[in-house]
């Protein structure tokens, strides 16, 4: 028999901003705080890291929006992300394969000469 999971809680931006406050102000320890709030001592932690970086816009929504609903900036930025970790292969010559590296990014693989000139008589 699976044991069913029980939903995420959630907190209101209110709660969070109070508990973070609670844990500054106190010379409790966070640990007691976060029992006595209900809620595991890192989270008060990160909720706090939260509120740091990102002041009033903390706490905005739930989660990481989906794909519809980014904006277009956030979408291109992933994008442009991706793009430069395909460029950093691409650059990356591989070890002891004869340069293939250097080949690929001149654009040279695929040529018929250039592939005979590969090609050594065994020694």
């Known amino acids: 028999m699976t044991r069913k999971r029980s939903p995420y809680k959630t907190y209101t931006k209110e709660f969070k901003s109070e508990a973070v406050r609670l844990m500054q102000a106190s010379d409790r320890p966070a640990s007691e705080i976060a029992r006595q709030l209900g809620v595991r001592r890192n989270q008060l932690y990160k909720w706090k890291t939260q509120l740091e970086v990102k002041g ?11 794909a519809g609903e980014q ?19 691409v650059n990356t010559p591989p070890a ?28």
Do not use: C, M
């Not at 930025?77 to 292969?89: D, G, H, P």
């Not at 590296?101 to 005979?116: E, P, S, V």
């Open 71 to 89: 904006s277009e900036v956030t979408t291109l930025r992933q994008e442009n992300e991706r793009l430069k970790e395909e460029v950093a292969i």
């Open 56 to 66: 009033d816009q903390a706490f905005g929504g739930r989660g990481r929006p989906k």
């Open 96 to 123: 002891k394969a004869g340069g293939f590296g250097l080949r690929l990014k001149a654009g040279l693989i695929g040529h018929a000469a250039d592939d005979a000139a590969l090609i050594r008589p065994a020694h």
